[in-house]
């Protein structure tokens, strides 16, 4: 299995702009995690979905921000309009079954927003 | 009270030596808690899970668990530089799977 896959790895844009984050599991895992890591604030759990449902998005930060898993192999994170404190690494994660299962991470996304 | 705290470190040892790490978490129900390493640049990847009392061994790495304190450690016998790393705590919090800080580790040679 090629794991978690992320993309893109690197997206630098400028305040205002819109970005789009993607993510897909590995193949028959049933939960997907959006993290979001700085210096400052460690990693933070943004959303959490179980069979493409979300279960928990009260870590996404403000109206800005939205994230969608229209089918098991995909799932999208997005910004808009992006802010330079929204700079950070993205991590997308997946599990068998939520939490209590090992969490298998993406390589991230790096964003900075100019 | 953060849901998962470590103490922040960082925490240098020389090789060989035997590494201490710490977390507390804030949640008296959680029943999984994991330890992952982070290396600079590089995303978290699992290094043990525990989810009794006790202890749990798994080659050079002992995790060990006290629900009624709320604290799990980690222990890192025979330090190696290459276990230089960012260590992670992380503990299912009401089916959230919820990080501490992370300690950062240097084992010097």
């Known amino acids: 299995d090629a794991g978690v896959i992320q993309s893109p790895r690197h997206e630098v844009t400028e305040m205002g702009q819109e970005v789009t984050l993607r993510c897909k599991p590995i193949?028959?895992?049933?939960?997907l995690f959006w993290y979001r890591q700085t210096m400052m604030r460690g990693l933070e759990l943004l959303i959490y979905?179980?069979?493409?449902?979300?279960?928990?998005d009260s870590g996404m930060p403000e109206d800005r921000f939205s994230a969608k898993m229209p089918n098991a192999s995909f799932s999208t994170l997005k910004i808009q309009p992006s802010e330079p404190r929204d700079s950070a690494v993205y991590f997308c994660a997946s599990s068998l079954n939520g939490a209590n299962e090992k969490l298998f991470f993406g390589s991230g996304t790096q964003l900075s927003v100019l | 009270q953060k849901e998962v705290e470590q103490n922040s470190g960082p925490l240098s040892v020389p090789e060989g030596a035997i590494a201490s790490l710490n977390c507390t978490y804030s949640?008296?129900?959680?029943?999984?808690f994991f330890w992952y390493r982070q290396y600079s640049g590089k995303s978290p990847e699992l290094i043990m899970s525990i989810y009794s009392n006790g202890d749990k061994e798994d080659g050079r790495f002992t995790a060990q668990l006290n629900k009624a304190s709320q604290y799990v450690s980690l222990l890192i016998r025979d330090s190696q530089p290459s276990d230089s790393a960012t260590y992670l705590c992380?503990?299912?919090?009401?089916?959230?799977?919820?990080f501490g800080a992370g300690t950062r580790l240097t084992v010097k040679p």
């Open positions: 193949s028959g895992h049933n939960s």
């Open positions: 992380a503990v299912n919090i009401n089916n959230d799977m919820r």
């Open positions: 949640d008296r129900g959680s029943q999984s």
């Open positions: 979905f179980n069979n493409n449902v979300p279960i928990d």
